[in-house]
């Protein structure tokens, strides 16, 4: 499994110990930033990695800013992303086995990194369960290939 992993300012520490987590796991990573903690906008981190997961690039998708709510919401813009917003790990659980999730978001300004790397573990450890949820999940999946959102480069022309 390859995961790709960003922040903006407001989640880099945490970011930086879920890398290392990574790495003692052995897991393959890409990291897209940001570099330091210069303000930037969560958007512009948010939307790449999502595109990495929803063609394939790469299997899952972290992504961690203040609170985790712009990186999700950005996120599931992305067509195939199912973005959960996680900061317990019952969550963390139950978003692999019912919603099948491909990416993670958490907030730096919400949970410590102590449980934010137990929580990753647990994502990326547990597997779909399929069955009734499989349906769930496949409706999701239906409304969007059947509503066309717009595309990332209109919504990027768009900003500012
Ligand atoms: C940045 O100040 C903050 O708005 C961002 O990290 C995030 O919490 C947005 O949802």
Redesign the pocket.
Same mark, same amino acid.
């Given at each position: 499994m390859k995961v790709a992993i960003a922040s903006?300012? *407001? *989640?880099m520490f945490i970011r930086k110990e879920i890398i290392l987590l990574m790495e003692e796991m052995k897991i393959p990573y890409v990291d897209l930033g940001c570099e330091n903690s210069e303000?930037v906008d969560?958007p512009d981190y948010a939307i790449p990695v999502a595109e990495k997961v929803a063609n394939g690039e790469v299997d899952r998708g972290i992504l961690i800013? +203040?609170? *985790? /709510? +712009?990186?999700s /919401?950005a996120a599931n813009k992305v067509k195939g992303i199912r973005c959960a917003l996680v900061h317990d790990m019952f969550s963390a659980k139950a978003t692999r086995e019912h919603n099948d999730t491909n990416i993670l978001a958490m *907030?730096?300004?919400v949970i410590g990194p102590g449980l934010a790397c137990d929580i990753v573990k647990m994502w990326l450890t547990t597997p779909f369960i399929g069955g009734r949820h499989k349906k769930r999940v496949n409706k999701i999946v239906t409304y969007e290939s059947t509503h066309e959102l717009k595309s990332n480069e209109v919504y990027i022309l768009k900003a500012d």
């Open positions: 903006d300012h *407001g *989640g303000s969560y800013c +203040g609170t *985790g /709510i +712009g990186m /919401i *907030g730096e300004r």
